[in-house]
Each structure stands twice: as structure tokens, then as C-alpha cells.
């Protein structure tokens, strides 16, 4: 029960990281997938034809 507190830390800074870097990608995707398309539903990927 000593070293509670330490694997605590290491698990929430991995779940911290990992949601952080889930958000940043769906993000990223999302604006990559609006870049090439000149629609005017702006950044909306799922509006536009072709894709």
C-alpha cells in the first residue's frame, strides 16, 4: 500500500496524455479533411462531395 500513490501518478498521467492526444488528432483530422474542399459548409468534411 506504500507505493500507491506513485503507480496513481503514472496511470493518470498516461490516461492525460492519451485523451490529449486523442482530441488533437480527431481535430486534426477533421481539419484535414476540410482543407481541400472549397465548400461553402465551411468545416464541415461531411457536406462536401468526394469525400
Not at 480527431?26 to 481539419?31: E, K, R, S
Amino acid at each position: 500500500m506504500a507505493g500507491w500513490k506513485r503507480v496513481f501518478g503514472i496511470i493518470w498521467t498516461g490516461q492525460l496524455i492519451s485523451t490529449l492526444s486523442s482530441s488533437i488528432v480527431g481535430y486534426a483530422v477533421v481539419f484535414w479533411l476540410s482543407i481541400p474542399c472549397a465548400c461553402p459548409a465551411g468545416f464541415n468534411p461531411f457536406t462536401c462531395p468526394g469525400i
